[in-house]
T-cell receptor
Framework: AQSVSQHNHHVILSEAASLELGCNYS??????LFWYVQYPGQHLQLLLK??????LVKGIKGFEAEFIKSKFSFNLRKPSVQWSDTAEYFC?????????FGAGTRLTVKP | NAGVTQNPKFQVLKTGQSMTLQCAQD?????MYWYRQDPGMGLRLIYY???????DKGEVPNGYNVSRLNKREFSLRLESAAPSQTSVYFC???????????????FGEGSWLTVV
């Protein structure tokens, strides 16, 4: 069955630190991969997505993610986090019909 | 262009009561979804509708029913609410083409449901 794993439940960083959030998935077919962000009290917003082509995708607010097919991974990165990046981050995999989400990683950035 | 709208935003129910969460999208998307979001569980798919006239169960369908009323609207019904259904519910939609895995998913703002 299709599944998504996010390894870190809660990450705490200081401002300007680098960020990498792990995401692994299991799915046998063609997939599209997404990272969504949910800021406190707000709804989900798309950060970036991978459909095909260059496996390194750049999103909004300086985020990027790399699709490594051999590792079934789609890790999210940001070179230097800001306090405003405090939020919950969800990795998602879309197969033919439905979409599955990871459990989420809460990021806390200390000023 | 409002995107995905869902109502109500907040609702408190007593155990055993029924209610329907309404969802509509104005992007002419084929696929619509209902998720619930619980702490530590992330988003879990309740039901989805790949296209008008079809609905399918997701990961956690028990205790819920859905209706794809038309291409725009996809409602979620709780026939007999239970405290375990206290959650935040998100409706979403995306474009879908048979045989292709395409389409960014767009979310509504969420409905906070408390069952006491």
């Amino acid at each position: 069955a299709q599944s998504v794993s996010q390894h870190n439940h809660h990450v705490i960083l200081s401002e300007a630190a680098s960020l990498e959030l792990g995401c692994n998935y299991s799915y046998g077919g063609t997939v599209n991969l997404f990272w969504y962000v949910q800021y406190p009290g707000q709804h989900l917003q798309l950060l970036l997505k991978y459909f095909s082509g260059d496996p390194l995708v750049k999103g909004i607010k300086g985020f990027e993610a790399e699709f490594i097919k051999s590792k079934f991974s789609f890790n999210l990165r940001k070179p230097s986090v800001q306090w405003s990046d405090t939020a919950e981050y969800f990795c998602a995999v879309k197969g033919n019909n439905d979409m599955r989400f990871g459990a989420g990683t809460r990021l806390t950035v200390k000023p | 262009n409002a995107g995905v709208t869902q109502n109500p935003k907040f609702q408190v129910l007593k155990t055993g009561q029924s209610m329907t969460l309404q969802c509509a999208q104005d992007m002419n998307h084929n696929s619509m979804y209902w998720y619930r979001q619980d702490p530590g569980m992330g988003l879990r798919l309740i039901y989805y509708s790949a296209s008008e006239g079809t609905t399918d169960k997701g990961e956690v369908p028990n205790g819920y029913n859905v209706s794809r009323l038309n291409k725009r609207e996809f409602s979620l019904r709780l026939e007999s609410a239970a405290p375990s259904q206290t959650s935040v519910y998100f409706c979403a939609s995306s474009e879908y083409h048979p045989g292709q895995a395409l389409g960014t998913i767009y979310f509504g703002e969420g409905s906070w449901l408390t069952v006491v």
